[in-house]
């Protein structure tokens, strides 16, 4: 599995017109070529952070005239969303390379807990930046939770960000991948962590959630029993005492060692930790090994020559 990150999309600093975006989906599409033509059958997934808040802009800027989406609905729309421009840039690229390939995107919905203690603590922003008055407002009309980020000056909303238990779509994405009359599609499945959904009677329900996009791609790589898990992201690798003196990069470590710098506190909690706890728990479920590092690096990760590879203990 190949987890891209979100500057995979849109890099930081870039603003989101369409057509950037595709150009970015573009050399997304190259990496998922060259691995196509080193022998791999691929399943693909994605960040979607900033189109999941620019359809919450778009429905706050429209609320007069158009009636808002809930949360789960704008995460379904933006996997739509990325998911035509993954396919249309990696169906180009393979007819450009004569590959005879092909991308499905499949709309995903995760499963998570309806007691996630997240649920009672929302602590993911989401969405743009009011004013102390306006926060007042939205805290009174529609319950949201909101917070200060004094940083960039203006409050945001808060969403519970629960752990992903499974995927609802698990069972027939395993049958798909595993197809031998299959092996010619790429599927692309879980943007953005997924649709949030707990489970109500014999069905379904979506929640006003954002799922955890890396450890979201684990419950999927796990789920469809696939060897090896790629995340990348926009740093070469994981650095161990970063942003002190002694920084520097963590070429590869075993299960145990991960968990013992997990402990010791060495990864952000909104960056390099949850890529670092998914890599983890897909080796301990039974996968080969989980690779982080950045697309431009890939390949250099892939023959230990950079990155960070995580596999089982000795």
């Given at each position: 599995?190949?987890?891209?990150?979100?500057n995979?999309?849109?890099?930081?600093?870039?603003r989101?017109?369409?057509e950037?975006q595709?150009?970015?989906?573009?050399?997304?599409?190259?990496?998922?070529?060259?691995?196509?033509?080193?022998?791999?059958?691929?399943?693909?997934?994605?960040?979607?952070?900033?189109?999941v808040?620019?359809?919450?802009?778009?429905?706050?800027t429209?609320?007069?005239a158009?009636?808002?989406?809930?949360?789960?609905?704008?995460?379904?729309?933006?996997?739509?969303?990325?998911?035509?421009?993954l396919?249309?840039s990696?169906?180009?690229?393979?007819?450009?390379?004569?590959?005879?390939?092909?991308?499905?995107?499949v709309?995903?919905?995760?499963i998570?807990?309806?007691?996630?203690?997240?649920?009672?603590?929302?602590?993911k922003?989401?969405?743009?930046?009011?004013s102390?008055?306006?926060?007042?407002?939205?805290?009174?009309?529609?319950?949201?939770?909101?917070?200060?980020?004094?940083?960039?000056g203006?409050?945001?909303?808060?969403v519970p960000?629960?752990?992903?238990?499974?995927?609802a779509?698990?069972?027939?994405?395993?049958?798909f991948?595993h197809?031998?009359?299959?092996?010619?599609e790429?599927?692309?499945?879980?943007?953005?962590?997924?649709?949030p959904?707990?489970r109500?009677?014999?069905?379904?329900?979506?929640?006003?959630?954002?799922?955890?996009?890396?450890?979201a791609?684990?419950?999927?790589?796990?789920?469809?029993?696939?060897?090896e898990?790629?995340?990348?992201t926009?740093v070469?690798?994981?650095?161990l005492?970063?942003?002190t003196?002694?920084?520097?990069?963590?070429?590869?470590?075993?299960?145990?060692?991960?968990?013992?710098h997990?402990?010791?506190?060495?990864?952000?909690?909104?960056?390099?930790l949850?890529?670092?706890?998914?890599?983890?728990?897909f080796v301990?479920?039974?996968?080969?090994?989980?690779?982080?590092?950045?697309q431009?690096?890939?390949?250099?990760?892939?023959?230990?020559?950079?990155?960070?590879?995580?596999?089982?203990?000795?």
């Open positions: 599995m190949v987890a891209l990150g979100g995979a999309i849109l890099k930081a600093g870039q989101g017109e369409f950037l595709i150009e970015n989906t573009r050399e997304a599409a190259k990496i998922i070529a060259n691995l196509v033509e080193k022998g791999y059958h691929l399943v693909v997934t994605h960040g979607n952070g900033p189109q808040g620019d359809i919450l802009l778009q429905n706050e429209a609320v007069k158009v009636p808002p989406s809930p949360l789960d609905a704008c995460v379904a729309e933006s996997q739509g969303l990325i998911g035509y421009m396919i249309q990696m169906d180009n690229e393979f007819r450009k390379r004569n590959i005879g390939m092909q991308a499905l995107c709309l995903t919905r995760t998570v807990s309806a007691d996630d203690p997240a649920f009672e603590n929302p602590s922003p989401v969405g743009g930046y009011y102390g008055e306006e926060s007042r407002k939205l805290k009174k009309e529609k319950k949201w939770k909101m917070v200060q980020d004094s940083a960039r203006g409050y945001r909303r808060v960000s629960p752990v992903p238990v499974a995927i779509e698990g069972e027939l994405l395993k049958t991948f197809s031998s009359e299959n092996r010619r790429i599927l692309i499945v879980s943007g953005g962590g997924g649709i959904v707990i109500k009677g014999k069905g379904y329900r979506g929640v006003e959630a954002v799922i955890d996009k890396d450890l791609a684990q419950v999927v790589a796990t789920s469809l029993g696939v060897d898990l790629f995340i990348l926009d070469d690798s994981v650095f005492d970063f942003g003196e002694k920084q520097h990069p963590l070429r590869s470590a075993t299960v145990d060692e991960m968990k013992r997990i402990s010791e506190g060495q990864f952000g909690r909104g960056s390099m949850p890529k670092a706890e998914a890599a983890v728990k301990q479920m039974g996968g080969k090994r989980a690779v982080i590092t950045s431009e690096k890939m390949f250099d990760a892939l023959d230990g020559k950079d990155g960070t590879t995580i596999f089982e203990n000795d």
